[in-house]
Structures are given as C-alpha cells and as structure tokens.
C-alpha cells in the first residue's frame, strides 16, 4: 500500500487488484452472470432439437383407412438423408401390400402423414420443404447480427447493466411467446426478434471482463464459459425429456425472466462508469464493493486514481467515438482481422453442433458428448492463456484445428474411428479458438467503444452463423465438403494472426491512443515488476 500512495497517480486496474477477483461482490456478480451464460447457449441452438428432422410419408386416403395389417408405407426423409429429388414429394408410388392401388400407379401427393404428429414439422406442414427448416436458424443468426450492433452501442452509451436486464427480460419473454406461435411465419418474425433484441450475453460478457484486474479476467471467464458448456449439456436431456417442442421451449425460457430483477441486484461496470466521466458514482462504486469484501481502501489512493478520458471531456457523442476508432488505421486493421476470426468460429462452431445430430446413434446424447469437449477446452484456455498468452494459442488452435479438419474427409472408410476422433479433437480446437476470440477482440479496441467494437466484429463474422445451418446440404455434392471449408478457413484466420499485437500484459485501453500503444515495447510495472505497457500519453 505504501507503494502504491508513493506513485504520483493511481491506475485503475491497482485498485480492482485491491479490491481482490474472488470476493463476496465478485461471487455474486459471477452467480447473477452465470444463469445468463449458461442459458443464452441455449437459445443459440434450441431450433437444433425444437425444429427437428421427422420423417414423413404421402398420405392416401384408401390406405390409410384400410385395416390391412400388411399395408406399409416407407418414410421419406428430407434432404439430409439424400433423396433422389423434389420427384418423390410430388408423386408417390404406392408399394405392394395396398390392395386399392396398382403398383405402377402414381398418386398425386398433396398431404402427408408424419412419424410425429406433434412435431414443429407436422404443426406447420413443412414436408418437403426442407429449406424452411434450415431458416429457422438461418434467421436467428442474422436477427443475432443485427442485434449485437445494437446491443453494442446500447451497451457503450447507456452501461452494460442497462442493456444486460433490457436484452435478457426480452429475450424471455419473446422465447415464450415463440412457444405460441400459429403458424410458420409468426414463428420465424418471433425467432428473428429475439435474436435481435434478446441476447443478454454481449453486455454480460463486457461487465465480466471490467469486474476484475487484467490479469484475472482469463480465469474468471473461464469459470463462466464452463457455465455456458453446461447449458449446451443439459439442452438436449431436457429436449429428451421434454418432446414436444412447445413445452421444451417454455421449459428453458421461463429462467431468464429472473434478470429482471437484475435492476436491483446488479452492479454496473466501475471502468464503464469512468468511460463517462462519473467518477463520483464509480469512487462510491468502489467503497461499497472494498466494504462488501472487507476489504480497507486509502482514501489518499483514490484521490489519486487516474483514469484517462479526453473523449468525455470533449464530450464527444457516441458515433463520433466510433468514427474516431474507425478513422485509426491500426484499428481498421485489427477490425478486419477480428471480422475473419468470428467468421471462422461461428461457421465452424454453428456447423459442427447441426451436425452433430446427423451422426448415427441417439441424437441428444452424440450432442451432449460433442458439447462436452468443450469444458477440457475451457479450461486448457485457461492454462495456455496464463502461461502462453494470447497470440501463440490462437495461431497454434487455428492452424492445427484446420489441418485435422482438411484431413479428416480424406481418411480411408474402414478408418472411421480415426476421422471420429478428428472430429472431437477438432471440436475442442474449435472452442477453445472461440473463446480466445472472444477475449482478444475485447482487449484491442478503446473502452468507450469496445462493447461496440466488439459487437461489429461479433455481427459481421455471424456470416458464418448464416451459413452454418445449410452446411448438412454440402454433402450432396461432397460427403467432406463441410469439414473441408472448415479447414480452410481455419487457416486463412490462423495466417492473419500474424497481423495483431500480443495483449496479455497491457493494460485494457481506454483511448485509441493508447489502443495503439499495444504491441509498442514494454516497461517494468512500478507495482510488482512484471512487465506492463501502460497505456498512456
């Protein structure tokens, strides 16, 4: 302490080291973001089992009343199962066994009878139209664009507790009144909505990052993103349990309405409050989480807390602050690496869970086994990133992940056990790549814009999120094709890492000015003597 009063200014990251990364304010805060992480992964994917693949059949009134017991009809499938074309949804032949029907005869086919009755497929009527189901997610993945651009500048201009209860209540109650959807296309307006206005997580994300000192964010996020997994594992054992997709979805919805009350419990972001020149509100902040973690603060220490903000005092709005960001070359740079990075890992993580319930076997547990890949990803994101940085891991999951994947179509048929165990090992690559981006796109950009940053970056790359749903379709034309275009564009954003800067021991920027000091050389930290680049002018 006597250290840190010598100084002639104070930055804000000594005081949050002070105030400590596992306190009592801290647990709660992490307890309150957990069931927000843990089910946003769940809204992501829900289609995945709510919208699900149901066999169906032609419907012949003759048959169908007929009491012959030897009457069978084969099911048809929809594209995935490779059918030899729309032929088969137009006409059917009826097949030996109906004794009403001629074998060579061709019915005209315009109803269908479905395996399950009540299916999202059968209370539509979508037979044969297989493209209706893959913009279910398709639509949801782009309401998820456009709403993290909005969540962003929300997020920057109001505070991430604002827009963290706004997007999470939303999300619930939109979610549930999906779940009474009459008819496809007010199902699809829903889905699109609350992807849109109902993502609680990119708000979340920010406030976790900001709660604690640089040099523990690594791990508390990883906390975190095992909560995340854990809502992707237990998905589909509620989907198991819960078939009939109207209640699965009110089943996973209701929880969130909780973050409502968020409005009385949460803190808002100490460093975001700074951002905006409300230093008294954050000095305060600060007393009540020092008393809430019994913890003493010199009053000397924050008198004599720094914290840079030329934007506030030129009192800048926000588009001119993300103007300002834009207008930095260096930051145009790593805008549009980031923008490739979040393509890759959402086509690759969105495709990869689609079509994980295509493989052979029972569909909710192949998902919960893949999903399950990710908690030694979290964690080995933990013990990289402590010990190897930021840069290193990424290049090295990016490469070695498209290698295995570019790899895995090519392996010989009698092999499959190697091309499965590509497969996972490619799953964990691709997650633990995932949160690496998520963590480094954050520490790149200026604190008044990076929520925003972040979120143009997030929404851009959710192209990838757009294509994912229809990777299942590539295997007409080539069994690997999707594994394939995994691979490579895990390589293409392997090379462009080359581009950033390391960030692990920099402080979170504030200005772009100091944004663009990151990579500059470093000096020794004058409070524990580890190298630190502080951030400054």
């Known amino acids: 302490m006597a250290e840190l009063n010598d100084q002639k200014s104070i930055h804000l990251d ?31 994917v829900n289609y995945v089992f709510a919208v699900e693949d149901v066999q169906y059949r032609c419907r012949i009134p003759a048959c169908e009343e007929s009491n012959d017991t ?3 009809m084969p099911w048809l499938m929809n594209s995935s199962e490779q059918q030899e074309s729309v032929k088969q949804c ?21 109803e269908w009878v ?11 009527n979508l037979a044969c139209e297989d493209w209706k189901q893959a913009l279910v997610g398709t639509v949801h993945s782009f309401g998820n664009m456009l709403g993290l651009l909005l969540q962003g500048q929300i997020s920057d201009r109001f505070g991430r507790k604002t827009a963290a209860v706004f997007a999470g209540t939303m999300g619930a109650l939109l979610g549930l009144t999906k779940s009474f959807a009459t008819s496809f296309w007010w199902y699809i307006a829903l889905e699109g909505l609350e992807a849109a206005i109902g993502d609680a997580l990119s708000p979340m994300f920010m406030l976790s990052i900001e709660i604690v000192e640089k040099k523990r964010t690594v791990l508390f996020q990883m906390i975190l993103l095992n909560f995340y997994t854990g809502g992707l594992i237990v998905m589909p054992f509620i989907a198991w349990a819960v078939p009939y997709w109207r209640h699965f979805l009110r089943v996973i919805y209701a929880p969130t309405l909780i973050v409502l009350t968020y409005s009385f419990f949460l803190d808002e972001s100490i460093r975001w409050l700074f951002s905006k020149g409300r230093r008294r509100e954050a000095i305060k902040l600060i007393e009540k989480v020092a008393t809430r973690n019994k913890v003493k603060l010199d009053k000397m220490m924050l008198n004599k807390l720094e914290y840079i903000d030329e934007e506030t005092r030129t009192e800048l709005k926000q588009k001119k602050l993300l103007l300002k960001t834009f207008r930095s070359k260096v930051m145009m740079q790593r805008f549009l690496v980031c923008m490739v990075w979040w393509f890759t890992i959402t086509l ?36 990289a990133l402590s010990k190897y940085k930021r840069k290193l891991p990424l290049l090295a999951s990016f ?5 295995f994947c570019i790899c895995k179509p090519f392996i010989p048929k009698g092999y499959a056990w190697i091309g499965l165990t590509l497969y996972m090992a490619f ?38 999120s757009l294509v994912a749903p229809q990777t299942p379709l590539m295997i007409s034309y080539w069994s690997g094709m999707p594994t394939f275009l995994f691979g490579v564009t895990s390589l293409l954003s392997g090379a462009l890492t080359l ?39």
């Not at 992480?37 to 769940?42: A, H, L, P, R, V």
């Not at 009403?100 to 315009?110: G, I, K």
């Not at 493989?359 to 964690?379: E, S, T």
């Not at 925003?452 to 192209?463: D, E, K, L, N």
Request: aromatic share 12%; proline share 5%; net charge negative.
């Open 399 to 403: 490469i070695v992940g498209g290698i």
């Open 70 to 72: 030897t009457f069978s």
């Open 348 to 383: 690759i993580n969105y495709g990869m869970m689609i079509s994980s319930v295509f493989i052979d076997g029972n569909k909710y547990i192949n998902f919960a086994l893949l999903v399950m890949m990710d908690i030694p990803a979290n964690v080995f994101y933990w013990l």
């Open 14 to 44: 000594d005081v949050l080291e002070q105030l400590g990364a596992f306190g009592r304010h801290q647990l709660v805060t992490m307890c309150m973001l957990a069931l927000v992480y843990s089910t946003n992964s769940m809204y992501n």
């Open 114 to 124: 479905y395996e399950v009755p009540d299916s999202f497929m059968a209370e539509f």
């Open 499 to 537: 581009l950033i800067p390391e960030t692990a021991n920099t402080e979170l920027p504030d200005t772009v000015s100091e944004a663009e000091m990151i990579g500059k050389p470093s000096v020794k930290d004058p409070v524990d003597g580890n190298e630190m680049t502080r951030l400054s002018q």
């Open 90 to 110: 137009v006409h059917y032949a009826p097949v030996p066994g109906c004794r009403e029907f001629n074998t060579s005869e061709l019915v005209q086919c315009s």
């Open 427 to 464: 799953e964990m690559l691709a997650t633990f790549s995932y949160n690496i981006v998520y963590m480094y796109t954050s520490e790149l950009f200026p604190t008044y814009t990076r929520n925003s940053m972040h979120a143009i970056c997030s929404a851009i790359g959710r192209v990838g």
